[in-house]
């Protein structure tokens, strides 16, 4: 990895807390270690790891304005749902402020939290690594970090269903892409379906 890209983590340092700081380096190393073992960018992998989140912390009239600028099409689950906004708010800041101009990268952080079908390499990478980094530790997450590891498709299949099951359970809607892109990758499973 080109050490060049560390600067990353001063810039997101001053945007959130130590917690969410942590969490997104994790993210940026999973990143790393799924780019190495299934022969993805390694700088992408990284960049868009380490910034996935880089809006999480910001006001909501800023994510919400920054969202609305983006460019990006915002489903309107996504629109009505303000948790989800920093994913599109993240991409805008990243191209806008920080000069990304890669659009895996870029894309990469606009879907890391809804996912899609016919992901890139990197933009499941990034994806996945959201679910399953070091830091994460819901029920389960063992079986999802090993199904990762195993096979980037179907650790798609299980985490989106996964993720999918719990926001239903809890009673709130799924946007569109999410829906999308759990069809397009159930035909990827295997084995046994994870709880």
Same mark, same amino acid.
């Given at each position: 990895?080109?050490? $060049? ?13 130590? +917690? ?12 790393? /270690? ?5 022969? &993805?960018?390694? #700088?992408? !992998? ?10 999480? $912390? ?23 749902? !303000? ?10 800041? !990243?191209?806008?402020?920080? &000069?990304?101009? #890669? ?10 939290? =809804? ?6 390499? /990197?933009?499941?990478? =990034? ?14 997450? $063992?079986?999802? +970090? !090993? ?20 926001? =239903?359970? #809890? &009673? ?24």
């Amino acid at each position: 990895m080109n050490p $060049e890209l560390r600067k990353y983590e001063q810039v997101i340092n001053t945007l959130m807390k130590s +917690r969410r700081f942590k969490h997104s380096v994790n993210v940026a190393e999973m990143c790393l /270690t799924l780019a190495k073992k299934f022969g &993805g960018d390694e #700088d992408k !992998a990284y960049t868009a790891g380490i910034l996935h989140d880089c809006r999480k $912390e910001t006001e909501k009239s800023v994510m919400l304005e920054e969202m609305e600028r983006s460019g990006y099409y915002v489903d309107p689950v996504e629109r009505n749902c !303000a948790k989800l906004w920093h994913g599109i708010a993240g991409a805008y800041y !990243a191209k806008n402020v920080l &000069g990304i101009t #890669d659009t895996d990268i870029l894309n990469a952080i606009r879907f890391h939290t =809804v996912g899609r079908a016919d992901m890139t390499l /990197t933009e499941k990478i =990034v994806f996945l690594s959201d679910m399953v980094s070091d830091d994460r530790d819901y029920p389960d997450v $063992e079986k999802y +970090r !090993a199904a990762v590891m195993d096979d980037l498709d179907n650790g798609m299949f299980q985490t989106l269903r996964w993720s999918i099951l719990k926001t =239903v359970g #809890d &009673g709130n809607s799924i946007p569109a892409a999410t829906l999308e892109a759990y069809t397009f990758y159930s035909k990827y499973k295997r084995g046994k379906l994870l709880p």
